[in-house]
């Protein structure tokens, strides 16, 4: 998995995971890592036999394994300095700047307001 973020800057692609093993946890770091392309065998019903059956995803499943991969992708976001209006106005915070003991006031020299 590590080798995902290796491969595209080395060699300029676009670089996928091929998962044959149960859950979507692979797929989604496969994601977050940088691979665009996700392979996972399906299957309608796993009772089916076929060689590739006992680690396919079913419908609901896959369904999930997408909006798993979807979420991924949208929390990392795009890389971005700009502070927008709307975290302007929530990012206020209140730290304190010293020591201080019980029953002290809270003064400008002992907190700081950012």
């Known amino acids: 998995m590590r080798s995902i973020p290796k491969l595209r800057k080395t060699f300029g692609v676009k670089v996928g995971v091929s998962h044959h093993t149960m859950g979507s946890t692979i797929p989604v770091v496969a994601v977050a ?4 392309v996700v392979e996972k065998p399906f299957i309608l019903d796993r ?3 076929w060689p590739d059956s006992s680690f396919s995803m079913e419908p609901e499943e896959f369904g999930f394994m997408v909006k798993s ?9 795009k890389v971005s300095y700009k502070v927008s209006e709307k975290s302007k106005i929530r990012r206020r915070s209140l730290s304190v700047t010293a020591d201080i003991k019980k029953g002290k006031i809270f003064t400008e020299s002992n907190i700081q307001s950012i």
């Open 33 to 36: 890592l940088g691979a665009e």
């Open 47 to 49: 009772s089916l036999v």
């Open 69 to 77: 991969v979807r979420e991924a992708e949208a929390a990392l976001g």
